[in-house]
């Protein structure tokens, strides 16, 4: 709601039990000002894992998505690091949070895991 466009990365997915994550991969990007954030100061606190939590990044909830998928906050600067400031990176979210407008999720590399729990992809059909 404040025009910030953020991209967070976490090196691991999210399983709703764990707790803290180490992640010393995970960041948060500002495509508005080209800068990032890495979780480089404490990589044990890289993520945040916990069913009443939507996704979350960083000890000091560096910065937080509500379960809901509709609200941010956060936007500390406990875990992370880098040539972004927090403001950078999420402008007045530290003063209260907002309401998330748009969010898209990718995932990206294989899963052993999770593709052990999936039915094998349907076969290409003959030529």
């Known amino acids: 709601e404040n025009g910030k466009r953020i991209a967070a990365y976490a090196e691991h997915s999210w399983d709703g039990k764990a707790g803290y994550i180490h992640g010393h991969q995970n960041f948060l990007y500002s495509f508005n000002m080209k800068k990032y954030r890495i979780s480089k100061t404490y990589p044990q606190y890289g993520q945040y894992s916990q069913e009443s939590y939507g996704p979350t990044f960083g000890g000091g909830h560096d910065f937080y998505i509500g379960t809901d998928m509709t609200k941010v906050s956060g936007c500390a600067s406990h875990s992370f690091s880098g040539p972004a400031s927090n403001v950078d990176v ?35 059909p003959p030529p």
């Open 90 to 124: 999420c402008g007045n979210l530290a003063s209260g949070g907002g309401n998330l407008m748009h969010l898209e999720v990718y995932a990206l590399g294989f899963d052993a895991a999770s593709a052990a729990h999936s039915p094998p992809p349907a076969p290409p």
